[in-house]
């Protein structure tokens, strides 16, 4: 079964959700599709002109991997809830964790000055 609050996949006899905690009797939530919605996660890097850039790792909840090029934007399709990107780029490395409920977009760049990758989230 499937959880009725993050939608993440739940052992049948489980009486919790292992990732949200959520009791699976909780009939005050509504019931998931066995197969939910999903959600559209743009990663859409800005274009900055550097000596060299690098494509940025975007890894998804350590499944999911993705190159970004500058200048580049690639989506993928996740389920609602919580997920953790985490974006790598040489020796620079940058944590995120959203929690899903819509499409949504990260926009990633660079600190010109501290060299971090900077990471802003918006809704869709
Ligand atoms: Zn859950």
């Known amino acids: ?11 049948d006899d489980s009486c919790f959700c ?3 905690g959520s009791p699976t009797n909780d009939t005050s939530l509504p019931a998931q599709e066995s197969n939910p919605t999903l959600y559209t996660l743009t990663i859409d890097r800005a274009s900055q002109v550097f000596l060299a850039s690098p494509p940025i790792k975007v890894t998804i909840d350590n499944t999911t991997y993705l190159s970004v090029e500058n200048g580049h934007t690639e989506s993928v399709q996740l389920q609602p809830g919580k997920h953790r990107l985490l974006f790598k780029c040489s020796l620079r490395s940058a944590q ?18 501290t060299g971090k990758i900077v990471t802003n989230i918006f809704e869709h």
């Open 96 to 113: 995120l964790d959203i929690d899903l409920q819509k499409n949504t977009v990260v926009e990633l760049s660079w600190n010109r000055i």
């Open 1 to 11: 079964m499937f959880c009725r609050k993050c939608g993440k996949p739940i052992p």
């Open 18 to 20: 292992p990732a949200c």
